[in-house]
């Protein structure tokens, strides 16, 4: 499907075996699983180049979706062809894909128990602190010049204040940054690697629409469940609209699975978080908890099961599309001025993205229940009660200062701030 140049040294099973490392061991979100990348198939093996490893990075950063399963998924491609790319994107997702599952299933069977509910407690306030610190660091890095803070704050406005579509926003950013101020144009050099024909794209566009398509077709033939029909259409509207990483899809998805379509509650979304921040594999495996919860709530563990399969189809077929039809013309695609101008100024909207959700988040983590107050065509959520959850807070402020002052590792920063929730439940 299309033009390989395979490294000879890389066989399939020593391909297969060094991308199925990768997906057991790709802990702590996209930093952390793309220098495990670059360490095993740019310093170790020698499959890739540098040059063909920032490019592909570069390129997966500016499509929708998990960059870093993006980015073992060109790798496999590089490598191997089709057969490689669909290798090593699956074994980066499956490994988290089937944690995910058994936790969930625990977490609807016993989430219920104090012991367990405290547990998530702690769990939650280490997620608001990595929500913020995740919008502090892409701060630094979209917002360089003034139009980039306007963006971000008009952005922030048209979601908090007037519940704007997500869509909307980012399609907004995209074309100002199209028009408005181009990237600058990239000098590259465009290699055997990089050419392909249009109807290979095409026929690669085609095949994957259909196999994407095809579980919707299914499920409307065979089954008179809406549920799954409704995961489809939610998880495939944000697999091609959220750029940004995870968190951009979290700022689209947690008011609206629980302001709007009622699938769960606020803390069910971040104990879902939580879980997928402590999991092999993309954060965006937690569209597959929230479908699981989804499901279990309305027809048990048989439809639970069905919608987290549905969530994962959709999220993660996309991601292969953009691969194969997108690989063979990345360095053309790299030099377009244009494209870098829109893609950058959809960056700082992220921000003003991330920051409404961590202002929503921290809202209902701190101060429990909160209302949406409007006024004519704006809105401000507020709480119910003014008086904050003082626990909570000291168990921020213990997450802040093992993961920004002491830089403690984030899984050992939610082992104990679970555990110290515990003791808070225990002791009250």
Not at 189 to 206: H, L, N, P, R, Y
Not at 316 to 329: K, S
Not at 367 to 391: H, I, K, S
Request: proline letters at 4%; hydrophobic letters at 60%; charged letters at 10%.
């Amino acid at each position: 499907m299309s033009d390989v140049v395979e490294d000879k040294r890389a066989d399939f099973a020593s391909a297969t075996r060094v991308f199925a490392s990768i997906g057991f061991l790709s802990f702590g979100g996209p930093a952390a699983q793309i220098a495990l990348m670059h360490r095993k198939l740019v310093d170790e093996t020698g499959w890739l180049t540098e040059r063909q490893f920032l490019n592909a990075l570069g390129f997966c950063t500016l499509l929708p979706g998990p960059e870093a399963m993006q980015l073992a998924t060109y790798g496999g491609w590089r490598l191997h062809g089709l057969w490689g790319g669909l290798m090593a994107g699956a074994l980066f997702v499956l490994p988290g894909a089937a944690v995910i599952a058994a936790l969930a299933a625990l977490y609807v069977t016993y989430g219920s128990v104090p012991a367990i509910a405290a547990l998530f407690t702690g769990i939650q306030a280490v997620v608001l602190v990595v929500v913020i610190e995740a919008l502090v660091k892409v701060s630094k890095r979209a917002l360089q010049s003034l139009d980039r803070w306007l963006v971000a704050a008009l952005a922030f406005i048209a979601l908090f204040f007037f519940d704007l579509p997500f869509p909307l926003v980012v399609l907004a950013a995209g074309l100002y940054g199209f028009f408005a101020r181009p990237g600058s144009t990239a000098s590259v050099e465009i290699d055997a690697q990089s050419k392909g024909g249009f109807s290979q794209t095409v026929k690669v566009v085609t095949v994957g629409l259909v196999v994407w398509l095809l579980p919707l077709l299914i499920v409307e033939a065979v089954t008179e469940t809406a549920l799954l029909a409704q995961v489809w259409w939610f998880f495939s509207k944000l697999a091609v609209v959220t750029f940004g990483g995870a968190y951009a899809v979290l700022a689209y998805m947690a008011q609206d699975v629980v302001a709007d379509l009622g699938w769960l509650t606020a803390k069910q979304m971040m104990d879902g978080l939580g879980l997928a921040e402590t999991t092999p594999g993309p954060l965006i495996l937690v569209t597959e908890f929230v479908a699981f919860v989804a499901g279990h709530q309305q027809g048990g563990m048989g439809l639970a099961f069905a919608a987290a399969l549905m969530a994962l189809w959709v999220t993660f077929v996309p991601c292969f599309i953009w691969i194969f039809a997108g690989a063979p013309h990345l360095d053309r695609l790299s030099a377009m001025p244009r494209l870098t101008g829109a893609l950058s100024a959809i960056t700082a909207a992220v921000v003003g993205v991330m920051l409404n959700l961590s202002l929503w988040f921290g809202l209902h983590v701190i101060f429990g229940e909160v209302t949406r107050n409007t006024f004519g065509p704006a809105q401000v959520w507020w709480p119910t009660n003014l008086v904050p959850d003082f626990e909570m807070l000291a168990l921020i402020f213990l997450a802040a200062v093992m993961l920004l002052g002491k830089r403690v590792n984030l899984v050992w920063v939610l082992v104990l701030c679970a555990l110290a929730s515990l003791g808070f439940s225990l002791v009250g």
